[in-house]
């Protein structure tokens, strides 16, 4: 058996990278050990293979690429062009024909010009700024992309555009989504030479962004984000039984509260599996610049083909099996409870109705901590989920330590949902055995307060 001990322990280390689960808002890594940078983008399938595009918050908005077979374990395929403010980046022609995009009017000069406006006063000075649409080209999906010809403006009219969306029909056509300056989200069809078709249809009904369709039975289902810059607001939805319009409609994909928990819509990627068809809202969970911590929410959809709704149920981890097309969520981990917990300073263990083990902690102010001990980590990066919430997200943050870290980690930093959810999944680092020491604590104002339930611990494998 001996003999056999290494071998066992580089397929340990081996599986010890996989991500196991897509968790909404948490910082996502790609197979390399960096964040995942790709916003405003889209996914597409060639064979078993799914390719992901997207504008790179932390490079100058240089289109990045990633792959995957599995949608929770991706590969860097690197910029696929040196030009930079390439916004709304998305792969139409899977097979390698070309990319249709927004960018900026004159790159040597506009970019560095408009990257400045935005970090000073954000996404609307963008707005007031000439866009056009321009596509790049390459014959293979990946690398080779050169920028093919001029700018075009979208048929019938030479308005100036902004979001760029991507949908492919069931009958193959490829269709571009686009948000205009006027805002008119209008659909039209990409041509077999990649150039930009005659109007399909448009919407009207507001001021919309971020447009993406998805087609379920005979009904169309157009989801679009509204105007406010970086800060998320409740996407819509509007349905057609044609292509060609009209859209009806406007329901809000989840509730209005929560602002489509803080994301912005991109894509919809469809999965069609052996046992089921499974739809995926692809949204940024942008920062307050759509700078290098924004992070991704993907969710499930849920649609209702008789009565034409979609909606968004939030999980906080799940997953899609790409061949059976199933959503799958783990099985509870392993929980530490905080009124067993060491409780410092001004915190308090008291009932809680809601709670799993019917108490929790309250009252954590910035000089209290909740120490869980004798944690049990499997010595590789792992899930571990807060169970918490804030009385005012305004007025501070919580944030932890792990075992020797001196200084505090804020949750929002590892998950752009904190404070936001009750469940907060994030990925940690403890040391292998039943050793570890996570230290829960609040930071902010002196009105600011947490309640603490308790923690979660996942082992990777682990999966109902
Ligand atoms: C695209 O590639 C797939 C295999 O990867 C092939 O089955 C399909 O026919 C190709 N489609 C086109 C339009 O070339
Ligand atoms: C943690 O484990 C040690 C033994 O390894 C034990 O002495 C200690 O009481 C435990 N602490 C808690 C809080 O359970
Ligand atoms: C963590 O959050 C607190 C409270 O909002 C803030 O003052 C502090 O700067 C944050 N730390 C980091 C490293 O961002």
């Known amino acids: 058996m001996l003999f056999f001990k290494p071998l066992i322990l580089v397929v340990i280390a081996t599986r010890a990278q996989a991500a196991s689960w897509i968790v909404p808002g948490a910082v996502w890594t790609d197979t390399a050990g960096n964040k995942i940078d790709a916003h405003g983008g889209n996914v597409v399938q060639r064979g078993d293979t799914f390719f992901w595009v997207g504008q790179s918050a932390s490079q ?84 080779g992309y050169k920028l093919n010809g ?70 169309y289902y157009l989801i679009v984000s509204g105007k406010t810059g970086w800060r998320s607001n409740p996407n ?38 052996n046992k089921a068809t499974t739809y995926v809202y692809m949204g940024d969970s942008w920062d307050s610049k759509g700078g290098p911590n924004s992070n991704h929410v993907w969710l499930p959809i849920k649609v209702d083909s008789a009565k034409k709704t979609l909606t968004l149920d939030y999980h906080a981890m799940w997953k899609v099996d790409i061949k059976t097309g199933v959503v799958s969520f783990p099985a ?55 169970h918490y919430e804030v009385n005012s997200r305004e007025a501070g943050e919580a944030h932890i ?27 940690v680092s403890l040391d292998r055995g039943n050793q570890n020491a996570v230290r829960f604590g609040a930071n902010g104002g002196k009105d600011f307060k947490v309640t603490i339930e308790g923690i979660e611990v996942f082992d990777d494998d682990e999966e109902l």
């Not at 700018?151 to 969306?165: C, E, I, K, Q, R």
């Not at 330590?401 to 994030?426: C, D, M, Q």
């Open 236 to 273: 819509k939805v509007f349905t057609s039984s044609s292509i060609n319009g009209p859209w009806t409609g406007g329901a809000d994909i989840a509730p209005e509260a929560e602002k489509t928990y803080n994301s912005q819509n991109t894509f919809e990627l469809t999965i069609a599996g």
């Open 60 to 143: 100058n908005e240089k289109a990045l690429m990633y792959s995957s077979t599995d949608l929770l374990n991706w590969t860097p395929l690197g910029v696929q062009n040196s030009l930079e403010y390439l916004w709304r980046p998305k792969i139409a022609k899977p097979n390698g024909s070309f990319w249709v995009m927004l960018y900026t009017g004159n790159l040597g000069s506009d970019g560095p010009q408009l990257k400045v406006f935005m970090l000073i006063q954000g996404k609307q000075i963008y707005g007031q700024l000439n866009r056009n649409i321009q596509s790049m080209v390459s014959t293979q999906m990946v690398g």
């Open 150 to 219: 001029a700018a075009v403006t979208v048929p019938p009219n030479s308005y100036t555009y902004s979001d760029t969306g991507m949908f492919q029909d069931s009958d193959g056509t490829w269709y571009i989504l686009t948000s205009a300056d006027h805002n008119i989200v209008q659909i039209n069809k990409i041509n077999s030479d990649g150039t930009i078709g005659a109007r399909a249809s448009q919407l009207a009904a507001g001021a919309y962004e971020a447009p993406g369709i998805l087609k379920v039975g005979s009904t």
């Open 401 to 427: 330590f792990i075992n020797s870290e001196s200084v505090p980690t804020n949750i929002s930093s590892l998950n752009s949902r904190a404070g936001y959810h009750k469940t907060v999944p994030v990925m």
């Open 332 to 386: 509870a981990g392993k929980r530490y409870e905080a009124e067993h917990a060491e409780i410092i300073g001004r915190g308090e263990a008291a009932h809680c109705r809601g709670c799993l083990s019917k108490r929790a902690v309250y009252k954590i102010d910035g000089n209290s901590e909740v120490v869980f001990r004798n944690v049990t980590g499997n010595g590789r990066k792992q899930w571990v989920s807060f």
